[in-house]
């Protein structure tokens, strides 16, 4: 690598004494930091007294990422806020020998394979769960795509007999600890650590969701695994398939980590699992509040939605097998990961003086890169508000020239992109196929910058009857919030 250069790197402008661009990063996030891609490939902004550099050219991005990635470790503010509830998890673990050996032991349970054996317990759940709503009653969406996900993300990890009263307190914690969580992101760090009634609470939603995992994994070591009384059933379960799927059933993702030849600990088995449930749950829920959101705002795409589906499944239920062929479906999905982020600033940490584009990055400093950014370059996305899935299609996916980069790149890409996407349209599919016509009852949302680009308030009701078809031209008028994700939130968003 040639030696870092002195060419002055420029600085974001509206920079504040002694806040920096906090400001700006608070009241209008998604336009501040998309207004940076017109300063540089890389651009120096202020938080607080402390800088960072921002990278907005995604040839640099794919460097931090893939190229020069041993030079940017996993670390900064986001990241050491998250660290504090997630520990060592894979998200959050420091490079080095234990992230590397943590990957590898859970690789196996991102697999196709091994996900395709939990697929129908999944939709069995999804069906469950969605088909219990209440027709034609406002429902906060939001809400119930983070509820949603979680369930079908409970079955997978830790299989279909986990207790239902742990399965229900997992539901009704979860919520409330992503709120603790993006608040301590929020905060500065110091805050984080006095002795506040709302810090004390978190610490102990946390310390039960610990105690929550210790008690499914106890569950899952107390299973028999088959004895010998027993052994006839085996035998027979073994020349039949159908009996075998249903034992796979049972199982859940997380076995893969307790029967490895080199265990974790309680403790990192923790850390894991409280990493895997929170990822699963609020990008994936983000993603599908938005998605239902632009179904409503496009009668088109709706309407190709549901021909797909029944030209797919005709009058049979959703099998796992069916994904596959549901190639519309995963590109409405994929267009409203692209608009709507799911994360939309993510940092690493300089480990010596760098030489990023031609600019000084100094040893220990933030660098920036936005998922949000990068999918929202008019170079790359033409008209980069407009909600178009056909972006998606073979014949143009190539433009994108490595832009899309919801589920980062490189070695610490997320390890479960193949698990998101079947989670996803399991859990589209069967919203789809279970209610006939959904329509939004509130205002359209105004996004919120926080850990992902999440919806401020979007309530919808669901109806079995199907309303009458809307011709194109009756799709609602565009607002400027609908039009444009990157409409300021309110303050409190941060």
């Not at 939709?123 to 709503?133: C, D, K, L, R």
Request: net charge neutral; charged share 25%; glycine share 6%.
């Amino acid at each position: 690598m040639n030696a870092p250069t002195t060419s002055p790197t420029p600085t974001a402008p509206g920079g504040l004494p002694l806040i920096g661009h906090g400001l700006r990063l608070a009241r209008d996030p998604l336009p501040f930091i998309t207004s940076l891609r017109d300063h540089g490939p890389v651009v120096r902004i202020r938080i607080g007294p402390t800088p960072a550099y921002v990278v907005t050219d995604p040839a640099l991005t794919r460097k931090v990422l893939v190229t020069d990635a041993a030079h940017y470790a996993k670390g900064g503010r986001i990241i050491d806020a998250l660290r504090v509830f997630f520990g060592d998890g894979l998200a959050t673990i420091a490079d080095g020998d234990a992230h590397l050996r943590n990957r590898r032991l859970m690789q196996p349970m991102f697999n196709k394979a091994h996900i395709a054996d939990r697929g129908d317990a999944m939709i069995e759940q999804v069906t469950a769960t969605v088909g219990a709503w209440p027709e034609a009653q406002p429902r906060a969406v939001y809400e119930d795509m983070n509820e949603v996900t979680l369930a079908a993300f409970l079955v997978a990890l830790f299989g279909a007999d986990l207790p239902g009263h742990l399965a229900g307190e997992f539901t009704a914690l979860m919520p409330e600890i992503m709120k603790g969580t993006i608040r301590q992101t929020i905060l500065p760090p110091w805050a984080t650590r006095l002795p506040l009634p709302a810090n004390r609470a978190h610490a102990r939603r946390v310390a039960r969701l610990r105690a929550l995992i210790d008690q499914a994994v106890d569950h899952r070591a107390s299973r028999p695994a088959g004895p010998p009384a027993e052994a006839g059933a085996a035998a027979a379960e073994a020349g039949c398939p159908h009996a075998a799927a249903a034992r796979e059933q049972r199982t859940g993702l997380f076995d893969t980590l307790l029967t490895a030849e080199e265990p974790l600990s309680r403790q990192q088995l923790q850390d894991e699992a409280i990493t895997l449930l929170t990822g699963a749950i609020e990008t994936t829920g983000t993603t599908l509040a938005w998605t239902l959101y632009e179904i409503t705002r496009h009668p088109k795409v709706e309407r190709r939605l549901r021909e797909e589906l029944a030209t797919v499944c005709a009058d049979r239920p959703l099998t796992y097998d069916d994904l596959d062929h549901l190639p519309y479906t995963r590109r409405v999905l994929q267009e409203a990961i692209r608009k709507y982020g799911p994360a939309w600033l993510v940092t690493r940490t300089a480990t010596r003086d760098l030489d990023l584009g031609g600019h000084l990055v100094p040893e220990g400093a933030d660098v920036v890169w936005s998922p949000y950014l990068h999918q929202h370059d008019p170079d790359v996305f033409a008209d980069p508000d407009t909600f178009d899935p056909d972006r998606w299609t073979p014949e143009n996916v190539s433009a994108t020239r490595g832009s899309f980069l919801a589920f980062g790149d490189g070695r610490r890409k997320c390890i479960g992109e193949n698990f998101a996407w079947a989670e996803l349209q399991i859990i589209l599919a069967t919203i789809l196929r279970t209610w006939p016509a959904f329509r939004l009852t509130s205002r359209a949302p105004r996004p919120q910058a926080v850990v992902t680009v999440k919806p401020d308030r979007m309530t919808m009701e669901f109806h079995r009857q199907a309303s009458p078809a809307r011709h194109a031209s009756d799709a609602p008028a565009r607002t400027a919030t609908a039009r444009d994700p990157g409409t300021r939130p309110s303050p409190s968003a941060g």
